[in-house]
C-alpha cells in the first residue's frame, strides 16, 4: 500500500545516516541556496531535520518535503565541510528517489528521462530538428559570450541568455570514431555528454584535439545517451537506470583503457552514482559498472596524471580565472588539475578569484526549477570572477560554463567563458 | 500555527518573503544544536530593518504572544527553541548589515544578524582584530554572541565577547528602544544595561544593534605542541607557563582519548601514547614572541613534556593544529549523537577534573573524550552516544549530573560559554543560590510582564 506510512518505513531505511547529523548548522556557512535565501530549510541541517520528520510521520505533507528537497543545488559543499561527515547528498538523492516514487513523476519528466534522454537516436533527431527553428525563436544578444536569447519562449525559458545549440552536433560531425591504439599510446572512451555533443562543440573538438596530439586512440559512439544526471536529481532511478543502460551496451562493444569526459557532472555521475545503483542490475551490467567506475576519469585529471601535462615555464598572458565545478572538486576532489592544463598553454596567466570553489548556481535541472534563485546564487560568482579581474572565466563543466555565460552576459561583462581543455588545446600544434 | 489574521498582519509589515507559515518552514526552526527535545513554533517572521524589528516585537507583545530571538541556532544549551507551540520565531538573518568600521577611535557598529567570521574577516582587512573566535564563528551572529557570551580559543589572552561590547541597542519586551554605552571608551550614563544584556539569553531584551570593541592585530605569532605522560604534569605546564607570566593567545588540550581517535581517523602520526597533549601559541610584538617562546619551552621541559614540537612554517604549523581543528568532527563521527559539554573549572584544577571525567564515563559505561581550551580552564568533555538507545541515554545524562556537581565542588561552573538555555536550567541554583534565581525572575518579571521573552530559559519567569 502506498501509505504515509510506508513512505515513512521506506525513509526510515536512512535512520542511521540521518541521525548523524549533530544540528551544529556550519552547513549554513557554505550552502549556496542558504546564502541566497536565508532560509533554514534551505540547508542541508533543515533538510535532513524534514526527512527526518517525514520518516518519524512529524509531517504529513510529502509534497512540501519534497519540494524543499528540491531547492538544493546538490553541490555537496555541505558534505565536504559537514563536521560529522553525514553523506548529506546521498540521503537527499535517496529522498527524492522515495518521496518522489510515493507522489510519483510528473508525467512530462517521465516522458523526458524514460524516453527522450534514454533513446539517443530520438534525442538526436529531436535536437536535429529543433536546430533550424533556432534562428526564428532566438535573438542575439550581441553580447562577447556569444549568448542567444529568446523573448518569445519566455514562458519556459525565462529571461536567459545561453549558447544556441551547435548547428552539428559532435556525433554528427565525426561519426563513429573507433580509432586503433597507435604504438605505445593509450586508448579512451570519449564521452562528450549532451552539452558537449549538442551545444558545446567547440570544447568536444578541443579535448579530441588534445587526445590526438598525446597519440591517444579515440573510442566515441553516436548512440551514447545522457549519463542520467538529471533525471536522478528529478528523483526518477528508473530513467536514470534506462539511460545508464543504453550507454552500457554501448560501452560493452568497445575496447579501452579510460572513460574520459569533458563534463564534471557526467564524470560524477558514471564514478560515483552508476556504482549505487548497480546493485539494481544484473550481474554482467553490475560488473560493467565498476569496472567502468574505476576507468572513469575528468579529462583534466587524465592529462596531468595520465599524459604528464605540466605548467608551462614563464607563462605570461591574458588573464584567466578558474571556477572549481562542484562536482569536480567537492565530488571528485579534482582541483589541482585543472589549473595545471590552464597554466600548460604560456599565452595564459592564471589569477584566482575569491570563492573559486562556490557553486556557480547553476545545479543542472535546479535552473529550470528556480531560476530567480539561480540568477542570485549566479551573480556572486559574478562579482567574484570580475573582481578577479580575469578576461577569461574557464571551468571544467559545461553546465557551469552555461550558468557563467548566462550571468555574465547579463551583466554586459567582457570576460569570455572557456573550458580549460579549450585553452589548452590552443596552444598544440 | 498562528492565526490567519496575524499571518496577514507579518505579511502586510515584511513582505510574504519574510514570513515562514507553512508547516515545513516553520518545522525547521522547531531546534538548535543542543541535544533537546524541538518545539515547532507557531510562526517564523524575519524583518530586515530595525523599525520592523521593533514593530514586530510590539506587536507580539500586544497580542499576548511569545517570542524567541534566533540568529543562525547554532547555540549548544537550548536557547533558540522556542518555548511553546503558541511561539513566533524573530529572525535576526535579515539585518546583516555592517555599519561601521572605525579604525581611528577602534570599534564597529553592527546589525544583530552579522556573522562572527564575516565582521572578522571585514575588520582584518583594515588590519584591525576581532578577538572572539567561537567554535562556530563561521556562521554564528554577533547578536547570538553576545546573548550567549561566546567564548572561544582566544579566552585567555583576549578574553570573551563581553570583553568587546562597548555598547547595544535593543527592544525591550514591549518593542520601545533602549540604548546603552557609546562609542567611547568612556561611559557611565545610566545603568550598565548593555553589561545586562550580555548573556541574557534573549530573555531581557532583543538587540538591535551593537557597538564592539577592536583591538591592533598582534604583528608576530609562534605555535608549538608539547606530549605529556601525565595530565597532572601537563596541568603543571599550564600553571607554570602563567606562573612565568607568559599569556599565550592559545593554550589548547587534547586527551589521550581524542588524540588516539584523531590519529585512527586522519593516520597522522599522532603520539598515541601520551596521556595529554597541549596546543600553545603565543602573539605580540615580534621580539616579545621570541623571548615568550623561549619561556614557555623552557617551562613545556623543565614540568616533564616528553617531547616540544615547534613548526618551522605556516604549513607545519596547519598540520600540527589538525589535531585541534578535527577533535570534534572525529568525536561525532563515532557514535550517532555527540553530546558536547563545557564545564569549566579553575586551571590548576584540570587534572582533578579530567580525573572525575573518565571515571564518571568508567562508571556509567560510556564513551567520552575530552579536549578544550586548558589555558582557561573551559574543558570539553564529549560524551559518544546514541540518543535512540534510551537506556544508555540516560546514563548520558546521569553522567552529565554527576560531572556538574564534580565542577562545582571544584569551584568551577556549569558552563563557560555554552550558556544555560533549557538544557542546564535545573542546575543553575546549584551553582548559585535560591536567592539568585528569586532575584533574577523578579528582574524577568519586571521587565517582560507578560512572561514573553524566551520564557522557559534560564532561570525561568
Known amino acids: 500500500m502506498n501509505t504515509l506510512h510506508n513512505l515513512a518505513r521506506r525513509l526510515m531505511q536512512m535512520d542511521d545516516k540521518i541521525i548523524g547529523c549533530m544540528k551544529c548548522g556550519l552547513c549554513q556557512a557554505v550552502c549556496p541556496m542558504f546564502g541566497a535565501s536565508g532560509m533554514e530549510a534551505d540547508v542541508a541541517r533543515g533538510k535532513l531535520a524534514l526527512v527526518n520528520n517525514l520518516a518519524h510521520e ?62 539517443p537516436e530520438l534525442f538526436n533527431f529531436a535536437m536535429r530538428v529543433g536546430v533550424p527553428m533556432q534562428g526564428l525563436l532566438f535573438r542575439k544578444t550581441g553580447q562577447p559570450q556569444g549568448t542567444v536569447c529568446a523573448p518569445m519562449l519566455n514562458f519556459m525559458l525565462g529571461d536567459r541568455h545561453m549558447r544556441p545549440l551547435a548547428k552539428k552536433p559532435l556525433h554528427a560531425v565525426h561519426g563513429v570514431i573507433d580509432e586503433p591504439k597507435r604504438a605505445g599510446g593509450m586508448k579512451v572512451a570519449f564521452f562528450p555528454g549532451c552539452l558537449g555533443d549538442k551545444m558545446y562543440t567547440g570544447m568536444g573538438e578541443a579535448c579530441l584535439k588534445a587526445l590526438q596530439y598525446h597519440n591517444v586512440a579515440v573510442f566515441m559512439s553516436d548512440k551514447f545517451a545522457c549519463c542520467g544526471i538529471p533525471a536522478l536529481s528529478s528523483g526518477d532511478a528508473l530513467g536514470m537506470m534506462k539511460q545508464m543502460k543504453a550507454n552500457l551496451a554501448v560501452f560493452a562493444q568497445a575496447d579501452f583503457d579510460y572513460l574520459v569526459t569533458p563534463c564534471a557532472s557526467c564524470t560524477a555521475t558514471i564514478k560515483e552514482f552508476w556504482p549505487r545503483y548497480a546493485d539494481r542490475l544484473e550481474a554482467r551490467d553490475k560488473n560493467l559498472v565498476s569496472d567502468l567506475a574505476a576507468k572513469t576519469l575528468d579529462i583534466n585529471e587524465f592529462l596531468v596524471k595520465k599524459l604528464d601535462v605540466k605548467s608551462a615555464e614563464n607563462a605570461a598572458g591574458v588573464a584567466v580565472t578558474y571556477h572549481d565545478s562542484c562536482h569536480l572538486k567537492n565530488s571528485l576532489g579534482v582541483a589541482a588539475e585543472p589549473r595545471a592544463v590552464i597554466a600548460a598553454n604560456p599565452n595564459y596567466t592564471l589569477k584566482e578569484m575569491a570563492e573559486a570553489d562556490r557553486c556557480c548556481g547553476c545545479g543542472g535541472s535546479f535552473n529550470l526549477f528556480h531560476y530567480d534563485y539561480s540568477r542570485k546564487i549566479g551573480q556572486r560568482k559574478r562579482n567574484n570572477v570580475v573582481a578577479s579581474g580575469a578576461q577569461v572565466v574557464a571551468a571544467g563543466c559545461p553546465a557551469c560554463m552555461m550558468q557563467l555565460e548566462d550571468v555574465l552576459s547579463h551583466n554586459n561583462d567582457p570576460v569570455k567563458v572557456k573550458h580549460t581543455v579549450e585553452l589548452y588545446a590552443e596552444s598544440l600544434r | 500555527m498562528a492565526s490567519q489574521a496575524l499571518i496577514k498582519d507579518f505579511e502586510e509589515l515584511l513582505g510574504k518573503e519574510n514570513v515562514f507559515s507553512s508547516e515545513a518552514d516553520r518545522q525547521t526552526y522547531s531546534y538548535d544544536s543542543a541535544v533537546l527535545t524541538p518545539v515547532v513554533p507557531a510562526l517564523v517572521v524575519r524583518p ?43 529572525l535576526t538573518n535579515g539585518l546583516t548589515r555592517i555599519l561601521e568600521i572605525n579604525s581611528a577611535d577602534l570599534y564597529a557598529v553592527v546589525e544583530p544578524g552579522v556573522v562572527t567570521v564575516d565582521l572578522a574577516t571585514a575588520v582584518a582587512k583594515q588590519n584591525l582584530f576581532y578577538p572572539p573566535d567561537p567554535g562556530s564563528q563561521a556562521v554564528s551572529t554577533i547578536a547570538g554572541n553576545i546573548a550567549e557570551n561566546a567564548g572561544g580559543l582566544r579566552g585567555l589572552k583576549y578574553g570573551v565577547t563581553k570583553d568587546y561590547v562597548m555598547g547595544v541597542e535593543f527592544f525591550d519586551a514591549t518593542g520601545e528602544i533602549v540604548k546603552s554605552g557609546s562609542r567611547t571608551v568612556k561611559c557611565v550614563t545610566g545603568y550598565n544595561l548593555a553589561g545586562v544584556l550580555i548573556q541574557s539569553e534573549g530573555t531581557l531584551g532583543i538587540i538591535s544593534q551593537a557597538i564592539l570593541k577592536l583591538i591592533p592585530p598582534p604583528a608576530a605569532q609562534k ?38 581517535r584523531v590519529d585512527d581517523f586522519t593516520k ?145 561552573t556549569l558552563s563557560g560559554e555554552h550558556g544555560i538555555g533549557t538544557a542546564k536550567a535545573k542546575w543553575m541554583e546549584k551553582e548559585t543560590s535560591r536567592g539568585t534565581i528569586l532575584f ?22
Open chain 2, 440 to 461: 533574577s525572575q523578579r528582574l524577568r518579571r519586571a521587565l517582560d510582564p507578560k512572561g514573553l521573552l524566551n520564557a522557559s530559559k534560564l532561570v525561568g519567569i
Open chain 2, 268 to 412: 597522522s602520526g599522532l603520539p598515541r601514547n601520551a596521556a595529554a597533549i597541549l596546543l600553545i601559541e603565543v602573539d605580540g610584538h615580534a621580539g616579545q614572541v621570541a623571548d615568550e617562546a623561549q619561556v614557555v619551552e623552557k617551562v613545556l621541559k623543565a614540568k616533564g613534556a616528553t617531547a616540544v614540537h615547534i613548526p618551522k612554517d605556516e604549513k607545519e604549523k596547519f598540520k600540527l593544529w589538525e589535531a585541534r581543528r578535527m577533535a570534534l568532527p572525529v568525536l561525532a563521527r563515532c557514535r550517532p549523537t555527540t553530546v558536547l559539554e563545557d564545564a569549566t573549572v579553575p586551571r590548576s584544577q584540570i587534572p582533578a577534573m579530567m580525573k572525575a571525567i573518565n571515571g564518571i564515563a568508567e562508571k556509567y559505561k560510556l564513551e567520552v573524550g575530552t579536549f578544550g581550551h586548558a589555558g582557561d580552564g573551559n574543558l570539553h568533555p564529549t560524551f559518544l552516544t546514541d540518543k535512540r538507545d534510551k537506556q544508555e541515554f540516560h546514563r548520558v545524562e546521569e553522567a552529565i549530573d554527576e560531572l556538574f556537581d564534580v565542577a562545582i565542588k571544584l569551584q568551577g
Open chain 2, 223 to 260: 605555535a608549538m605542541m608539547a606530549e605529556f605522560d601525565d595530565i597532572q604534569k601537563a596541568a603543571e605546564a599550564v600553571a607554570g607557563i602563567i606562573a612565568a607570566h607568559v599569556v599565550p593567545c592559545t593554550l589548547e588540550f587534547l586527551d589521550n582519548n581524542t588524540i588516539v
Open chain 2, 48 to 90: 530586515v530593518t530595525t523599525e520592523q524589528l521593533g514593530l514586530c516585537v510590539k506587536k507580539l507583545y500586544e497580542n499576548g504572544i511569545p517570542m524567541t530571538v534566533r540568529g543562525a541556532g547554532s547555540n549548544l544549551s537550548g536557547g533558540t527553541i522556542p518555548d511553546k507551540t503558541e511561539t513566533v520565531v524573530i
Open chain 1, 58 to 119: 512529524m509531517i504529513g505533507d510529502a509534497e512540501a518535503v519534497l519540494d524543499k528537497l528540491g531547492r538544493c543545488l546538490l553541490c555537496g559543499s555541505c558534505q565536504a565541510s559537514c563536521p560529522p561527515g553525514v553523506k548529506i547528498t546521498e540521503v537527499f538523492m535517496e529522498a527524492r528517489e522515495v518521496v518522489t516514487a510515493f507522489l510519483g513523476l510528473h508525467p512530462v519528466k517521465k516522458m523526458i528521462f524514460r524516453t527522450l534522454l534514454a533513446k
